[in-house]
């Protein structure tokens, strides 16, 4: 009876949120996100840039070949895919569904055990997506049209699959962190994926290195004269007709691979499981309160109203009345205000921290790896712009105001680019007494085209998601000085390409978009 | 000031109507707006303040079409929806500052309305914590604050009075007939004694449409010499239930004391009952359960 009970809790739990998440706009939106990913990492042979390529070779685009990058490249769009399942539990709170299910007999386990398998579950039918897409793009832009289904796809069951369920138990081991900001959370995940992704780590979590070990294993002793090198991830190559052709027979597979699927696999269970002794099971006398402010008073005292037993009349009349007096300078700075407000002393250590590096550290440091993480850890602050009315549930009467759509808007867009203009400052100063009146354009533009992505993907999708995964992506492409991700003009080859001119075009295209959403949002709301 | 709606409709996906064929006409003073769940009346309270837009129909605003020229409403305009949000991170002045400018208000004069706003809606006290730790009686009462910055012309509340204890409702209620003179105040309650101790005229929605406007006075008098209460032993109360429209009931030692209305022409004859003086809930009771039985409103 307890085990049908616990079977059944666990499937409804499943269920309910796995139907949620599938039925939001946003998990549409993660689907043609992963079908263009899928379109992007396997370019064309004369794409001049690579996901994986092999110094001097590069791999024939056969079945293993095809299945393998796919495979490889699955922790980059980890990511994603965290961000897309990171909230099951923050949702049940926020929606106070949270409240009901803690007054039942379900246990925690059994709670996050359901979300556990809600979430692996989306993150299969990404896999599935993926799997369509690979046996799609070899029919598309394979060298050869000897279709091999184990070669191409079975990379993806020992690889990818794995990762996925990875990723589905980091991100609820996260979410079941209770009292731990969301910021926090995707800002520390976003430090822990680079850490996991890092070539030099001993943590091969995503099995990344012992594939790559093995694959490198291959190239060597079929090619004497590989020079070693290898990019995984977007490369810049330019043309790859120099490039000598490596063929790849067989799929990469070792015990020690398998091992080690199976290890971090148990080890993320193992989280989830631990996640369940800490969990708060929705109580929310436990989360901390921030603390309240105390503001002295300079006026006199003021007496409550309520002082007596008689019931005191508000006097209406006797309150002053103001003249209508518009300014766009003051509605900027509470706008600011707004945006600051609330944040946590960490982040304000942090965000100090780099600042104060991006004045005094050797310029390419600053302007290549301070100015962008300074940038992105406002990704909490600048990510709500586009949302936080509805969120908030503020939009009824905040539309219902007088020009919302000439006076607030522009009044947040702009607020947003003052923030990341003056976090800029040192590096903006920097460049332009150095007369690289380039990057000040680059970084002048890349503070505008900031929030105007974050508006105008909130206002679309009613999410702050796509934004945190394209600016997190966008953010990583510059620390791994990739031209194509560049807002800021940091790297070279960039500048030569004209970035910044395609991102105030793109800008441009942004905030058209957010303005005829937000005129949509108002008419109909 | 006047508000002119003829012929509005709202039409939802699937050929629903949450509004149908509405028309009203409104002068100055407070209308109370009753009506069961469902009824259409945050819908029609949405359209007048300018979020969603009618499928078809006309509503003025002191002879301007709204759909077409909303900012005119906007700019006189204060509305406070039924479920609505705070930034939890502000305090009261900080939202309440932001809400000025947003609204067209900045200066020295703005900020010493918002100081008399919270003094008399009691959260002077709290203005510097910040929102999210405030109850839902203090939401509710920002809430106001904000409808109230800008010493709006109209003034369109849905369900004001939620959240509020019995002191802060008749301390809300009161304010709200001092300003409604020279305003358009449009309220909608499930609490009826709040509509009945304020509005001047009420309006009655049922299913979207317009069941009954009309004074208040002239509302009540339909259920005039209509009221009564009895006795009523535990056997006789199901029976009962299921003959006249029941609007109170209380146990009592011996039976249910009952409050019922009598249907048009109607009378009482095998029990003894006692007439008392009909309300707006049996005027609105009687209304609602008219239009189920289809006696006078047919679809």
Request: charged share 15%.
């Amino acid at each position: 009876m307890k085990i049908n009970y616990a079977i059944g809790s666990i499937f409804h739990i499943a269920k309910a949120d796995f139907l949620q998440r599938v039925r939001s706009y946003y998990f549409l939106i993660a689907l043609g996100v992963c079908v263009f990913i899928m379109y992007t990492f396997i370019p064309p042979l004369d794409a001049g840039y690579k996901i994986l390529s092999l110094g001097n070779y590069r791999g024939f685009y056969n079945s293993a070949w095809i299945g393998t990058m796919v495979a490889m490249c699955a922790p980059f769009y980890g990511l994603i895919c965290f961000y897309l399942v990171n909230n099951s539990v923050q949702r049940d709170i926020d929606t106070g569904v949270g409240q009901i299910i803690s007054t039942t007999r379900i246990s925690k386990l059994q709670y996050l055990f359901g979300k556990l398998i809600s979430n692996f579950t989306v993150l299969m039918i990404i896999v599935l997506l993926m799997a369509i897409m690979t046996v799609a793009m070899f029919l598309f832009r394979g060298e050869t049209k000897h279709v091999e289904f184990g070669k191409l796809l079975l990379p993806l069951v020992i690889f990818t699959v794995p990762t996925m369920f990875i990723i589905a138990a980091l991100a609820l081991f996260f979410d079941s962190l209770s009292g731990l900001s969301r910021g926090f959370i995707n800002i520390a995940f976003f430090l822990l994926w680079i850490l996991m992704l890092s070539t030099s780590s001993a943590i091969d979590v995503f099995g990344f290195n012992s594939g790559m070990t093995e694959l490198k294993r291959l190239v060597y002793t079929m090619h004497s004269d590989w020079n070693g090198g290898y990019v995984v991830g977007i490369g810049y190559i330019g043309s790859s007709n120099e490039l000598k052709v490596f063929t790849l027979e067989s799929i990469i597979l070792s015990s020690s691979i398998l091992l080690n699927r199976i290890f971090w696999m148990a080890v993320s269970f193992g989280l989830v499981l631990s996640g369940s002794l800490v969990f708060n099971r929705f109580d929310t006398s436990k989360i901390k309160v921030r603390k309240q402010r105390t503001r002295r008073f300079t006026g006199e005292k003021r007496t409550p109203v309520y002082n007596n037993s008689i019931i005191s009349r508000i006097k209406y009349h006797d309150i002053p009345v103001a003249k209508a007096r518009f300014s766009y300078f003051s509605l900027i700075m509470v706008e600011i205000k707004l945006m600051l407000r609330g944040k946590s002393t960490l982040w304000l250590i942090i965000s100090s921290g780099l600042f104060i590096a991006s004045v005094f550290t050797p310029m390419n440091f600053a302007y290549k790896i301070a100015l962008p993480l300074l940038w992105f850890f406002q990704i909490l602050n600048v990510s709500q712009l586009g949302t936080r009315e509805i969120t908030h549930r503020c939009h009824e009467y905040i539309f219902s105001t007088a020009y919302p759509l000439t006076r607030q808007l522009p009044a947040t867009l702009a607020a947003a680019s003052v923030v990341m203009l003056l976090l800029a400052m040192p590096v903006g100063l920097r460049v332009l007494l150095s007369g690289n009146l380039y990057s000040v354009y680059a970084i002048s533009v890349g503070a505008l085209f900031i929030p105007a992505l974050a508006i105008a993907s909130g206002i679309l999708t009613g999410s702050s998601k796509l934004f945190e995964v394209i600016f997190t992506i966008m953010v990583y492409g510059i620390l791994n000085n990739v031209p194509f991700f560049d807002f800021i003009g940091a790297i070279e080859k960039s500048g030569e390409m004209g970035m910044a001119h395609y991102i105030l075009a793109i800008t441009s295209g942004l905030i058209i978009l957010a303005f005829s959403g937000r005129k949509r949002q108002i008419t109909y709301i | 000031m006047e508000i002119s709606i003829k012929g509005l409709s709202k039409k939802y996906k699937g050929n629903k109507y949450g509004l149908k064929n509405f028309d009203l006409e409104l002068k100055n003073g407070i209308l109370g707006l009753i009506g069961p769940n469902g009824a259409g009346k945050s819908t029609l309270m949405r359209i007048l303040a300018t979020i969603s837009k009618p499928s078809e129909g006309l509503i003025t605003f002191n002879g301007i079409d709204i759909v077409k020229s909303p900012d005119n409403v906007r700019k006189v305009l204060g509305y406070l929806p039924q479920d609505f949000g705070i930034y939890p991170n502000l305090t009261a002045v900080e939202f309440l500052i932001y809400m000025a400018a947003i609204k067209g208000y900045t200066g020295k004069g703005i900020k010493m309305r918002i100081e008399a706003l919270l003094e008399e809606l009691n959260l002077i006290d709290v203005r510097d914590r910040p929102i999210g730790t405030y109850s839902g009686g203090m939401k509710q009462r920002i809430g106001i604050a904000q409808v109230l910055l800008g010493d709006p012309k109209l003034l369109i509340l849905d369900e004001p009075t939620v959240g509020l204890d019995p002191e802060e409702r008749v301390r809300f209620r009161n304010m709200l007939m001092e300003l409604s003179g020279e305003r358009i105040v449009i309220l909608s309650s499930h609490i009826v004694s709040d509509i009945e101790t304020i509005a001047n005229d009420v309006a009655i929605v049922y299913q979207g449409r317009l069941l009954e406007h009309n004074s208040q006075s002239t509302v009540l008098k339909t259920v005039e010499n209509q009221v009564y209460e009895t006795i009523l032993t535990n056997e006789e109360f199901d029976s009962f239930r299921m003959q006249y429209t029941i609007s109170n009931s209380m146990r009592k030692n011996d039976g249910w004391a009952v409050r019922f209305t009598l249907n048009d022409g109607e009378k009482m004859t095998e029990r003894p009952v006692q007439p008392v003086t009909g309300t707006l809930e049996d005027a609105y009771l009687r209304a609602i359960l008219s239009a189920k039985r289809g006696e006078k409103y047919e679809n």
